[in-house]
């Protein structure tokens, strides 16, 4: 694909598809959509030569000749954590107009992300509506649920990608790894490593353990909400052992370059971080774009069987669909990370979990039937005392 193609970013936030789109090399015209003030002051300073609009319910009915477009749309109705409305919320709706849109301009190539989750709420209606609109405006489509900690960042976050095409196999790119003459496993993770994340709000139910990773970021309306992930270092002296990222590491641990927020409020910046895509996983469907010529074309793998529900990936077959549980990481092995979580952690800062959360989840946890790690759980209780 050629590198000068005009593309259209949709829900932008603070540019995550943006940037990796141009990590990939493309480098035509953006059009970007965004409402919140506080995200566009970001795209401002961080994407000057994009032109920057506002409602995505005003896009031009040429969808400024863009031949690529893509977004996360609002995750709100979709999430476990959110209202769980569905696609008829009226923040996730909003992805409705733009299939109508896509309909009428019939852009070559239209990529989607979202949460997990919209794979089974209601039964995948979600994806029932949107793979529909897709097939009924003449496209063929991909999906596929990818793990941002298996393409170099410290960050355990599965996100479903679709990707549709109006000329091309869109699954030629989602799972080009699969056409290697080598798939080596993903590497099994250590039960415990030189730094450990958890979600220090949980523990009744789960513990969101991460070894060398955090769990999900999450979005938020300050720096200093209870939401934020904690790290477990059992190897620091004994009061630093519990720590929460800087917002700067949070930057990184997305994969975007510390400050990258640092035009917007500091209240909305954790927000605007929980919220964004993880670009190196946007890098790596945009480097198959880009290569799309090069690319072996792709035969359906049988682990995708299933023809009816939604599972972890997919395609478009005639009128109908197989699905089918291909993995979150590459066959080909996981990208390298630039930056361990501890050493992340200790260029990029932290701050202290304070001794009451710690105590607090150290007692829900103990009370559950949860397995957790032995010197994990006498290491919070010593720390919640100090």
Request: hydrophobic share 40%; aromatic share 8%; charged share 20%.
């Given at each position: ?6 593309i259209?970013s ?7 598809f ?9 480098s035509?015209?953006?059009?970007a959509y965004?409402?919140?003030g506080?995200a566009?002051s970001v795209l401002q300073?961080?994407l000057?030569?994009?032109?920057l ?6 896009i031009?009915?040429?969808?400024h000749?863009?031949e ?5 749309f609002p995750c ?6 959110g209202?769980?409305?569905?696609i008829?919320?009226?923040?996730s709706?909003?992805?409705l107009g733009?299939?109508?849109?896509v309909?009428k301009a019939?852009p ?5 992300e979202n949460v ?7 039964q995948?209606?979600?994806m029932?509506?949107?793979t ?13 649920m990818l793990d941002?900690?298996?393409f170099?960042v410290?960050q355990r976050?599965?996100r479903?990608?679709?990707l549709a095409s109006r000329?091309?196999?869109p699954?030629?790119v989602?799972f080009?790894d ?5 798939r080596p496993a993903a590497?099994?993770g ?5 730094a450990?994340?958890?979600y220090?709000?949980?523990?009744n139910r789960g513990?969101?353990w991460?070894?060398?990773v ?6 938020s ?5 209870p ?10 002296e004994p ?6 990222p800087s ?5 990184m ?5 510390a400050e990258?927020t640092k035009a917007?409020p500091?209240r909305d910046?954790w927000?605007?971080?929980g919220?964004?895509?993880a670009?190196p ?9 880009r290569a799309y010529d090069?690319?072996s074309?792709f035969g359906?793998?049988?682990r ?6 939604w599972?972890?990936?997919g395609v ?6 197989v699905t089918g549980?291909i993995p979150?990481?590459?066959s080909?092995?996981s990208?390298p990370?630039r930056?361990s ?5 200790q260029t990029?800062g932290?701050?202290?979990?304070s001794?009451?959360a ?7 946890l103990?009370?559950s039937?949860?397995?957790?790690d032995?010197d994990?759980?006498?290491d ?7």
């Amino acid at each position: 694909m050629h590198p000068e193609t005009p593309i259209l970013s949709l829900f932008s936030g603070i540019g995550g598809f943006e940037l990796g789109f141009r990590k990939a090399g493309f480098s035509g015209e953006i059009h970007a959509y965004e409402n919140w003030g506080a995200a566009r002051s970001v795209l401002q300073h961080r994407l000057p030569n994009s032109t920057l609009h506002e409602d995505v319910r005003g896009i031009p009915a040429d969808m400024h000749k863009a031949e690529i477009v893509f977004g996360g749309f609002p995750c709100t109705d979709l999430s476990q954590a959110g209202k769980q409305a569905g696609i008829e919320g009226s923040a996730s709706g909003l992805i409705l107009g733009v299939l109508e849109a896509v309909e009428k301009a019939r852009p070559e190539w239209v990529l989607l992300e979202n949460v997990p989750n919209m794979l089974w709420l209601k039964q995948g209606s979600a994806m029932d509506v949107i793979t529909g609109a897709l097939s009924a405006a003449g496209y063929k489509w991909a999906y596929r649920m990818l793990d941002a900690q298996h393409f170099g960042v410290a960050q355990r976050r599965k996100r479903v990608f679709i990707l549709a095409s109006r000329h091309h196999d869109p699954a030629r790119v989602l799972f080009r790894d699969l056409e290697s003459p080598v798939r080596p496993a993903a590497p099994a993770g250590q039960a415990r490593a030189e730094a450990n994340g958890f979600y220090w709000t949980e523990g009744n139910r789960g513990v969101g353990w991460g070894s060398g990773v955090v769990p999900t970021i999450k979005g938020s309306t300050t720096t200093g909400i209870p939401s934020s992930p904690a790290v477990w270092i059992p190897g620091a002296e004994p009061d630093l052992r519990f720590r929460t990222p800087s917002i700067e590491s949070l930057e990184m641990l997305q994969g975007f370059r510390a400050e990258w927020t640092k035009a917007a409020p500091t209240r909305d910046r954790w927000k605007l971080v929980g919220n964004a895509v993880a670009v190196p996983v946007v890098r790596w469907i945009a480097e198959g774009l880009r290569a799309y010529d090069t690319l072996s074309p792709f035969g359906i793998d049988p682990r995708l069987s299933k023809t009816v529900g939604w599972d972890w990936a997919g395609v478009s077959v005639g009128a109908g669909r197989v699905t089918g549980k291909i993995p979150t990481h590459l066959s080909t092995g996981s990208l390298p990370r630039r930056h361990s979580l501890a050493r992340l952690l200790q260029t990029r800062g932290s701050h202290p979990l304070s001794p009451g959360a710690a105590r607090g989840f150290s007692g829900r946890l103990g009370r559950s039937r949860l397995s957790y790690d032995q010197d994990f759980m006498k290491d919070l209780v010593n720390y919640s005392r100090t």
